[in-house]
């Protein structure tokens, strides 16, 4: 095997992570194949038929999904993973004109039922960030939230689904918030997480997705030293891909998400805006920790824009 050297699943990698994550230069290096305005959708669930998951905002109907990568479809948007962008900054691959790329986060059993029948048969790729710990078979982490509890992937599905040209990421070991938990634990669950799914794929594993989208510094620092050339978090971040690299942001489809709404939240509009909402949001709750604002929330149309704006203003005022 090729991770033979690990010496055995009980061994945690020795906690030797720099002080700052190397310096990235790929959003330079790709400029002309449009890199720059690359755009990550996260998805969790896809579900079929009506039933209570419908009602939960992560879950996405599968009739939607299907009209979502038609969408993307008809309007040249190409999936990638982040390893096919990682061989591009190489010079050894050239992107598609217009690339995207889809994730899928917590790793649910319907990813595999549902979404990658339709993914392989629109050929199109897919980034799938699951838990190290194998043993955890369901969105335990939801428990105290009183949602559904759900299926998660067997090794089995992963190993298909990798084997057809999906990446396969890390999504930590159990899904903890990494930025409340001592900095031993949170090394633990990130390398610990990488070296079990290296195990299992046989495969580096080379991607990353926080948990909760919660990130800071240490947390960002630990995850490229533990060997991740890219990290996920989702409101937070540059607006600019490849900008850094261990805290891309990403754009959530929620139930509600159209493909109207979705032709909004690719556009470069939206993710500038968003991050302008984001750093004001992050300076008024700095400045009134009593304003709970809604200023990283998603937009749903430009006319959510001039809401929004005009709310700040009210604000200020």
């Known amino acids: 095997m090729f991770y033979e050297q690990h010496g055995g699943l009980n061994m945690i990698p020795e906690r030797t992570y720099r002080v700052l994550p190397p310096e990235r230069s790929e959003s330079e290096?790709?400029?002309?194949?449009?890199?720059?305005?690359?755009?990550?959708?996260?998805?969790?669930r896809i579900v079929r038929g009506r039933g209570k998951e419908n009602f939960c905002k992560f879950c996405l109907s599968e009739d939607e999904f299907r009209r979502h990568l038609e969408w993307l479809d008809r309007w040249g948007f190409t999936p990638i993973t982040?390893?096919?962008?990682?061989?591009?900054?190489?010079?050894?691959?050239?992107?598609?004109?217009?690339?995207i790329i889809l994730t899928f986060d917590d790793g649910y059993l319907d990813t595999y039922q549902v979404a990658f029948p339709l993914l392989k048969e629109f050929g199109m790729k897919a980034v799938i960030f699951v838990l190290g710990d194998r043993t955890i078979k369901n969105n335990v982490w939801d428990a105290h939230l009183n949602l559904l509890q759900s299926s998660l992937l067997e090794d089995s599905h992963i190993l298909e689904m990798h084997e057809a040209g999906m990446e396969i990421g890390a999504h930590s070991m159990t899904h903890l918030k990494l930025t409340d938990v001592k900095e031993e634990r949170a090394w633990e669950e990130i390398s610990r997480a990488r070296m079990l799914l290296e195990i299992l794929l046989n495969a580096p594993v080379l991607s990353f997705s926080y948990p909760y989208g919660l990130v800071n510094e240490t947390v960002k620092?630990?995850?490229?030293?533990?060997g991740f050339t890219h990290a996920c978090s989702v409101w937070t971040g540059p607006a600019v891909f490849g900008k850094d690299a261990y805290e891309l942001r990403r754009i959530p489809i929620l139930n509600s998400t159209t493909t109207s709404k979705l032709a909004v939240r690719v556009s470069s509009l939206f993710q500038y805006y968003s991050w302008m909402r984001w750093t004001a949001g992050k300076i008024l709750r700095r400045k009134h920790p009593g304003y709970e604002n809604e200023l990283i929330a998603p937009l749903d149309s430009v006319e959510s824009l001039?809401?929004?704006?005009?709310?700040?203003?009210?604000?200020?005022?």
Do not use: C
Request: no cysteine; hydrophobic share 30%.
């Open 82 to 99: 982040f390893e096919d962008y990682r061989i591009a900054s190489e010079k050894q691959l050239e992107l598609p004109h217009k690339p």
């Open 29 to 44: 290096s790709l400029s002309r194949n449009g890199s720059r305005s690359i755009k990550i959708l996260v998805y969790h």
């Open 221 to 226: 620092h630990m995850v490229a030293s533990a």
């Open 306 to 317: 001039y809401r929004s704006v005009n709310d700040y203003e009210k604000f200020e005022s």
